[in-house]
T-cell receptor
């Protein structure tokens, strides 16, 4: 099955830095979602986006639904140690009611 | 509200053995999913149930994988016989309504096939 391409694959940043990651697809999606997964746990939803061009924030997290509907972006401002984890994007088409996940971006934060 | 429950959390078996995983979704959630997550990859959908009926099992390797949700609540996923490449985390998720953001994941079962 298809997996969406995320970049970077991993990043090692210092506490307090801003982080950017993106997700691209060859297909159009009606909804984009961003999840965080920590070791030994399932993915937890961070942000959901429903319209092309939409910009949505959740605390220090900001995500955007790309105009082409084939990409999405996630920014984390002023990173803290608990931001460590793997971030997944997921696209949802609506009709099939299933999610297609990205390959993940692993974030490591240096104190 | 209790989350999605899965058991066991870890399982180690030898190739060609059988294994079963159990999932109890959030109460009232009609839709249940099983995902396979191989190390370093995102979750991949194996099967989707709506109540006790299968909606999508196009990615399920049916020669060795089977799943059921007999009473529209709990579900089991079975692998028989297991192969080395089945080593992965098996995630169960449930969804209340139609919106994508209403899907919640369980903690997963980590399977190691030796």
């Amino acid at each position: 099955g298809q997996q969406l391409n995320q970049s970077p694959q991993s990043m090692f940043i210092q506490e307090g830095e801003d982080v950017s990651m993106n997700c691209t697809s060859s297909s159009i999606f009606n909804t984009w979602l961003w999840y965080k997964q920590e070791p030994g746990e399932g993915p937890v939803l961070l942000i959901a986006l429903y319209k092309a061009g939409e910009l949505t924030s959740n605390g220090r997290l900001t995500a955007q639904f790309g105009i082409t509907r084939k990409d999405s972006f996630l920014n984390i401002s002023a990173s803290i140690p608990s931001d460590v984890g793997i971030y997944f994007c997921a696209g949802h088409t609506g009709g099939g009611n299933k999610l297609t996940f990205g390959t993940g971006t692993q974030l490591k934060v240096e104190l | 509200e209790a989350g999605v429950a899965q058991s066991p959390r870890y399982k180690i078996i030898e190739k060609r053995q059988s294994v079963a995983f159990w999932c109890n979704p959030i109460s009232g959630h009609a839709t249940l999913y099983w995902y396979q997550q191989i190390l370093g990859q995102g979750p991949k959908l194996l099967i989707q149930f709506q109540n006790n009926g299968v909606v999508d099992d196009s990615q399920l390797p049916k020669d060795r994988f089977s799943a059921e949700r007999l009473k529209g609540v709990d579900s089991t996923l079975k692998i028989q016989p297991a192969k080395l490449e089945d080593s992965a985390v098996y995630l169960c998720a449930s969804r209340r309504g139609l919106a994508a953001d209403e899907q919640f994941f369980g903690p997963g079962t980590r399977l190691t096939v030796l």
